[in-house]
């Protein structure tokens, strides 16, 4: 949890620099979520993600270093610096992907827990979803499928109140959002999302009942973003009140104080962990700012399994393209008719 | 007396084009993620929802397919819905409503049913932003039959063409070239008025090449025809309306130049520059001294960041692109 927000609170500030391009969506307040579904998940559990994804990346095990680099559009981001914050991926940990498309993440792992039904191995697949996207189809269909065939899915969805500013109770006619799991009749419960070992306790109980071939279930997590939707956001549908009344219930602070409490830690530790995960944000934050871009024909690295002749023309001609107006006069193999698909495209000679 | 005009910015002229329509005819209905009481992520409809009300500025759930779909019905008895959709990148779960129905009411019907509505949509790259933030699917909308697809260039055409677009008996996909939202301002006066679909408007006159373009595209392709005068003396056509296509200005602007370019943002593969060359080659094959050029997109996903400059068509590549033209 504390990776998380030393993530994102990073983030945020680089990206009011200017240093980070694009639009991110930070999960600082909602750490307990993400942290706590995947303490109870073992590592080769997959996940997908939504829009939100930098604290299910961490959970998940992947290294804040080429996330920051991703997140700085950098080559050694883990999509190589062309998909930014919204599209980490990582197949190693199981992490089927952010997601910039609101709903997309449920139809992934409900497929995802067909192929370990399929071929009989001992995990399952979580996807994480926002209040908001509890209203798009395809998260239907997908709580559907997995219903109807017994898959080991888990959905996890996080409902922080808000889909960009439109409060839940607009955009929902049920109580909880956790309801929902009655029309595909499937076990569906709220927690407290800002306490992770209930999420976590939750999360655990539908991952055994996944795994013993009882099918899957719907987790309402019950959080908060602090920050505005996205960097920027003015946020002109809530007050500072109600941040703060949710604030004074932080997943960080709480869980710190339970562990003080049950003397498993102390202050000082505490105050140790934070420096250790602060040294690690900023050497990754030196990480990406140092990485360099891709070049230009990385883009259409990755395009198929074997480049077409199409993209390789267009490739071989970005290839030959430099920055900042100046050309580079590179000879283009004579095999190359006059009129192909070279010359435009990707082209800048 | 009010201000006969204002100085405006593309996207306040979406805003104001939006209260007209609203003020002249009380069944246009602006919906959407966010576009009531938050004005819209990009504050197209600010202010519209303390003036007409949550009944006609309505903030809907987080579902694509459910507003279009909704609007079909709405628009077949006898509303006239205005869809937002976020970003054109969010449009694909309504895709299906859109192609499948709003499209097709009118001819499954005979004509009985009609489906006038217009779906907003804020498109292309320029921001930064990957993917489905930044990309230019109008091909997409152009191939299919029974929708019109409309790609505004400045203030004043806005306003006049999204008044158009909603007067319209038919669905119409209206495309907001985001990266000038704000870019620049132009007066726009406070009447209602309309600029008519399906016609181009030739923003610079020349006489060597004609350079075919729309939205955000239009203002680098006249930085370069500026770059290269005394070269090349340029034509530049904002086509304004991709579908209908204006194929008589088209026409008539090629068999005057013999030469042709057309720059857009979309992947070239199956993008609108070919529906163009085509067009040329039916009508005016034997005016025709040179190939025409497509100065477009990859054949990607739009890019992060680093590659964007790359990706889009800039002044120089239009330059390269047209002397390339020339010089067949
Ligand atoms: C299909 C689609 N529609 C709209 C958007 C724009 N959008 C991005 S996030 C968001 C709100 C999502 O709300 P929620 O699911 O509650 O997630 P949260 O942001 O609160 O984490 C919207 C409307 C999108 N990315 N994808
Ligand atoms: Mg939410």
């Given at each position: 949890?504390?990776?998380?927000?030393?993530?994102?609170?990073?983030?945020?500030?680089?990206?009011?620099?200017?240093?980070?391009?694009?639009?991110?969506?930070?999960?600082?307040?909602?750490?307990?979520?993400?942290?706590?579904?995947?303490?109870?998940l073992e590592d080769d559990d997959y996940i997908?993600?939504?829009?939100?994804?930098?604290?299910?990346?961490?959970?998940?095990?992947?290294?804040?270093?080429?996330?920051?680099?991703?997140?700085?559009?950098?080559?050694?981001?883990?999509?190589?610096?062309?998909?930014?914050?919204?599209?980490?991926?990582?197949?190693?940990?199981g992490?089927?992907?952010?997601?910039?498309?609101?709903?997309?993440?449920?139809?992934?792992?409900?497929?995802a827990a067909?192929s370990i039904d399929?071929q009989d191995r001992d995990q399952v697949a979580v996807?994480?979803?926002?209040?908001?996207?509890?209203?798009?189809?395809?998260?239907?269909?997908?709580?559907?499928?997995?219903?109807?065939?017994?898959l080991p899915a888990i959905?996890?969805?996080?409902?922080?109140?808000?889909?960009?500013?439109?409060?839940?109770?607009?955009?929902?006619?049920?109580?909880?959002?956790?309801?929902?799991?009655?029309?595909?009749?499937?076990?569906?419960?709220?927690?407290?999302?800002?306490?992770?070992?209930?999420?976590?306790?939750?999360?655990?109980?539908?991952r055994?009942?996944a795994r013993?071939?009882?099918?899957?279930?719907?987790?309402?997590?019950?959080?908060?973003?602090?920050?505005?939707?996205?960097?920027?956001?003015?946020?002109?549908?809530?007050?500072?009140?109600?941040?703060?009344?949710?604030?004074?219930?932080?997943?960080?602070?709480?869980?710190?104080?339970?562990?003080?409490?049950?003397?498993?830690?102390?202050?000082?530790?505490?105050?140790?962990?934070?420096?250790?995960?602060?040294?690690?944000?900023?050497?990754?934050?030196?990480?990406?700012?140092?990485?360099?871009?891709?070049?230009?024909?990385?883009?259409?690295?990755?395009?198929?399994?074997?480049?077409?002749?199409?993209?390789?023309?267009?490739?071989?001609?970005?290839?030959?393209?430099?920055?900042?107006?100046?050309?580079?006069?590179?000879?283009?193999?004579?095999?190359?008719?006059?009129?192909?698909?070279?010359?435009?495209?990707?082209?800048?000679? | 007396?009010?201000?006969?005009?204002?100085?405006?910015?593309?996207?306040?002229?979406?805003?104001?084009?939006?209260?007209?329509?609203?003020?002249?005819?009380?069944?246009?209905?602006?919906?959407?993620?966010?576009?009531?009481?938050?004005?819209?992520?990009?504050?197209?409809?600010?202010?519209?929802?303390?003036?007409?009300?949550?009944?006609?500025?309505?903030?809907?759930?987080?579902?694509?397919?459910?507003?279009?779909?909704?609007?079909?019905?709405?628009?077949?008895?006898?509303?006239?819905?205005?869809?937002?959709?976020?970003?054109?990148?969010?449009?694909?779960?309504?895709?299906?409503?859109?192609?499948?129905?709003?499209?097709?009411?009118?001819?499954?019907?005979?004509?009985?049913?009609?489906?006038?509505?217009?779906?907003?949509?804020?498109?292309?790259?320029?921001?930064?932003?990957?993917?489905?933030?930044?990309?230019?699917?109008?091909?997409?909308?152009?191939?299919?039959?029974?929708?019109?697809?409309?790609?505004?260039?400045?203030?004043?055409?806005?306003?006049?063409?999204?008044?158009?677009?909603?007067?319209?008996?038919?669905?119409?996909?209206?495309?907001?070239?985001?990266?000038?939202?704000?870019?620049?301002?132009?007066?726009?006066?406070?009447?209602?008025?309309?600029?008519?679909?399906?016609?181009?408007?030739?923003?610079?006159?020349?006489?060597?090449?004609?350079?075919?373009?729309?939205?955000?595209?239009?203002?680098?392709?006249?930085?370069?025809?500026?770059?290269?005068?005394?070269?090349?003396?340029?034509?530049?056509?904002?086509?304004?309306?991709?579908?209908?296509?204006?194929?008589?200005?088209?026409?008539?602007?090629?068999?005057?130049?013999?030469?042709?370019?057309?720059?857009?943002?979309?992947?070239?593969?199956?993008?609108?520059?070919?529906?163009?060359?085509?067009?040329?080659?039916?009508?005016?094959?034997?005016?025709?001294?040179?190939?025409?050029?497509?100065?477009?997109?990859?054949?990607?996903?739009?890019?992060?960041?680093?590659?964007?400059?790359?990706?889009?068509?800039?002044?120089?590549?239009?330059?390269?692109?047209?002397?390339?033209?020339?010089?067949?």
């Amino acid at each position: 949890m504390l990776t998380i927000r030393a993530f994102d609170t990073e983030a945020g500030d680089r990206f009011a620099d200017g240093e980070i391009p694009g639009f991110v969506h930070l999960y600082i307040g909602e750490e307990a979520v993400g942290v706590g579904t995947c303490a109870a998940l073992e590592d080769d559990d997959y996940i997908a993600s939504t829009h939100r994804g930098h604290g299910h990346c961490i959970a998940k095990g992947l290294d804040p270093k080429y996330m920051m680099a991703e997140l700085y559009g950098r080559a050694e981001g883990y999509c190589n610096g062309k998909g930014g914050s919204m599209h980490i991926a990582d197949v190693d940990a199981g992490m089927l992907g952010a997601n910039g498309i609101v709903g997309a993440g449920p139809p992934m792992a409900t497929g995802a827990a067909l192929s370990i039904d399929y071929q009989d191995r001992d995990q399952v697949a979580v996807g994480f979803l926002g209040d908001g996207a509890v209203a798009q189809g395809q998260v239907h269909e997908a709580i559907n499928l997995a219903a109807t065939w017994d898959l080991p899915a888990i959905f996890v969805v996080e409902n922080n109140h808000y889909g960009e500013g439109t409060p839940v109770e607009k955009q929902h006619n049920v109580d909880n959002l956790s309801d929902t799991a009655q029309a595909h009749d499937i076990p569906g419960l709220t927690v407290d999302g800002m306490d992770i070992t209930a999420v976590a306790e939750a999360v655990g109980e539908a991952r055994a009942r996944a795994r013993a071939g009882d099918g899957p279930t719907l987790v309402e997590a019950e959080t908060y973003r602090y920050r505005g939707h996205y960097e920027g956001d003015e946020e002109p549908y809530r007050d500072d009140d109600e941040i703060e009344r949710w604030q004074d219930r932080d997943a960080i602070d709480s869980f710190k104080r339970r562990l003080i409490d049950r003397g498993e830690l102390t202050a000082e530790e505490f105050d140790d962990l934070e420096r250790e995960v602060e040294a690690e944000i900023e050497a990754a934050v030196e990480f990406a700012q140092n990485a360099d871009p891709p070049a230009p024909h990385e883009a259409y690295d990755d395009m198929f399994a074997e480049t077409p002749p199409e993209i390789e023309r267009f490739a071989t001609a970005a290839r030959t393209t430099t920055d900042g107006g100046e050309r580079i006069e590179e000879s283009r193999s004579s095999s190359e008719p006059r009129s192909d698909g070279g010359r435009s495209g990707g082209e800048r000679r | 007396m009010a201000a006969e005009s204002e100085n405006l910015t593309l996207v306040q002229a979406v805003r104001d084009g939006l209260h007209s329509e609203m003020e002249r005819d009380d069944d246009v209905v602006v919906m959407g993620e966010d576009v009531g009481k938050n004005g819209g992520v990009f504050r197209a409809t600010e202010g519209l929802y303390d003036e007409f009300g949550a009944e006609r500025v309505v903030d809907t759930p987080l579902a694509e397919s459910g507003i279009v779909g909704t609007a079909v019905g709405m628009a077949a008895y006898g509303l006239r819905p205005v869809p937002e959709m976020q970003f054109l990148g969010f449009i694909y779960p309504a895709f299906d409503q859109i192609v499948s129905h709003a499209a097709r009411l009118r001819t499954r019907s005979r004509g009985r049913y009609t489906c006038p509505m217009v779906i907003r949509a804020p498109y292309g790259g320029g921001i930064r932003a990957p993917e489905h933030h930044s990309e230019s699917s109008e091909a997409m909308f152009v191939h299919q039959p029974g929708l019109k697809v409309v790609v505004p260039s400045t203030p004043y055409d806005t306003k006049g063409l999204l008044a158009s677009a909603i007067r319209s008996p038919d669905p119409v996909v209206f495309l907001e070239p985001k990266l000038i939202y704000r870019a620049f301002r132009e007066e726009v006066p406070d009447e209602p008025y309309e600029v008519p679909l399906g016609e181009a408007a030739v923003r610079r006159e020349g006489s060597d090449i004609s350079v075919f373009t729309w939205g955000a595209m239009t203002r680098p392709t006249l930085e370069a025809a500026e770059n290269l005068a005394g070269e090349v003396d340029v034509e530049v056509v904002d086509l304004r309306t991709l579908s209908p296509l204006d194929e008589e200005t088209i026409v008539e602007s090629f068999k005057k130049t013999g030469r042709a370019a057309v720059v857009h943002e979309a992947p070239k593969t199956g993008g609108l520059g070919a529906e163009i060359a085509a067009t040329i080659q039916e009508e005016a094959l034997l005016y025709q001294e040179a190939p025409v050029e497509r100065i477009t997109g990859f054949d990607t996903p739009f890019p992060l960041y680093a590659l964007e400059d790359y990706y889009l068509p800039e002044p120089a590549r239009i330059e390269d692109g047209i002397r390339d033209t020339m010089e067949f």
